[in-house]
């Protein structure tokens, strides 16, 4: 019906850390891409999709966006390793620098 519907987004949340009472800001991609059967099924799959946590420049770049002084506080920021891994348990969320 033209109607586009994404299957994938992007969220990038900022918050006061419980215990440090720092600034934290987190990146996060999640997709549907690999629910959808190919070629793209019309039906839409709610709920089902993969997140994983991202650098924040990374969607920066990507979106052709700034989010100012939060990339700073991402704890991913200037790092590699860990990013991009597939996210399936909340306790696997990077908050602070290791």
Known sequence: ?????????????AFI????RELCATGYTMSQEDF???????????GKHKTSQVRIASIERRAGLSFGPLAAHDPFA???EGVGNLLTDPGQIRFRRR
């Open 17 to 20: 850390h419980d215990e440090t």
């Open 36 to 46: 959808l059967r190919k070629p793209r099924d019309l039906e839409f799959v709610f």
């Open 1 to 13: 019906d033209g109607v586009r519907i994404p299957v994938s987004f992007w969220k990038v949340i």
């Open 78 to 80: 200037g790092e590699e």
